[in-house]
């Protein structure tokens, strides 16, 4: 019996002995994950620090926005343009930014509730929702404006033609608004019977692809490839081209 006990005593001390050791090394994870959790919010910070363009998907209403790093009341400073209230009015309620959690962006209104919540979608590309009224996009004002130099050079007469370079239709993307941030397209005469089915009336610049839209609400998508061409996507054995005239 005695023998039993001393067995039992050692049994009983190596197992509080693993114990001591698991929570040790739990405790370290965890001091370790915090400082990494702060890095990341504290390098957002840091990323947000200057000029914004706050949008529409399409860039039809927008919004210059100046981040900054002096505390103000619940986050921190931020400058909107005059011209902000009259293109996007929900913005007369931010006051404020900051971020929340590891990702988040916040405009924020003077109790440091949500006017509208960005996360990162792409580099440098920030989507957020407004119930109600669709998405928004805040993205570094240089490259928004860059983007815009690539829209307008959108703006013109196309024409669609074959993988073998068979000319099948011609047509014109313009810049009139046709609602829901999109525009007007115009198909010429004589194109091939599928295009013509299709009948695009509408298209917009999104995430680099151009994007149709028929009256039915089909959607053709065409993405630049390395030969300064766009071509509908998903390919094809035998893809579609638009090539700008």
């Not at 790093?69 to 005059?82: I, R, S, V, Y």
């Not at 815009?148 to 196309?158: L, N, P």
């Amino acid at each position: 019996m005695r023998s039993l006990r001393v067995v039992a005593s050692a049994v009983a001390a190596y197992l509080a002995a693993i114990g001591a050791v698991a929570a040790s090394l739990a405790a370290i994870g965890v001091a370790q994950t915090r400082p990494a959790h702060a890095q990341d919010t504290t390098t957002l910070k840091k990323e947000m620090l200057g000029q914004w363009e706050l949008s529409t998907t399409e860039r039809s209403k927008t919004c210059v926005v100046t981040m900054k790093g002096d505390a103000a009341g619940q986050g921190f400073k931020l400058e909107l343009e005059p011209a902000c209230k009259a293109a996007l009015p929900f913005t007369k309620d931010i006051v404020a930014w900051s971020v929340r959690g590891l990702d988040i962006v916040r405009l924020q209104d003077a109790t440091g509730e949500a006017v509208i919540d960005f996360t990162e979608v792409e580099a440098g590309i920030f989507e957020g929702l407004r119930q109600g009224e669709g998405v928004y996009i805040l993205q570094d004002l240089a490259a928004a404006r860059s983007m815009a130099k690539s829209m307008d050079q959108m703006i013109g007469d196309w024409s669609m033609v074959r993988g073998n370079g068979q000319p099948v239709c011609g047509l014109t993307l313009t810049n009139t608004e046709a609602g829901q941030d999109n525009f007007q397209v115009f198909l010429k005469p004589k194109c091939d019977a599928a295009i013509a089915q299709f009948n695009p009336t509408q298209w917009r610049l999104e995430r680099g692809q151009i994007i149709l839209m028929s009256k039915s609400g089909n959607v053709w998508q065409f993405e630049a490839d390395d030969n300064a061409q766009w071509r509908r996507v998903p390919d094809t054995a035998d893809p579609l081209i638009m090539l700008r005239q």
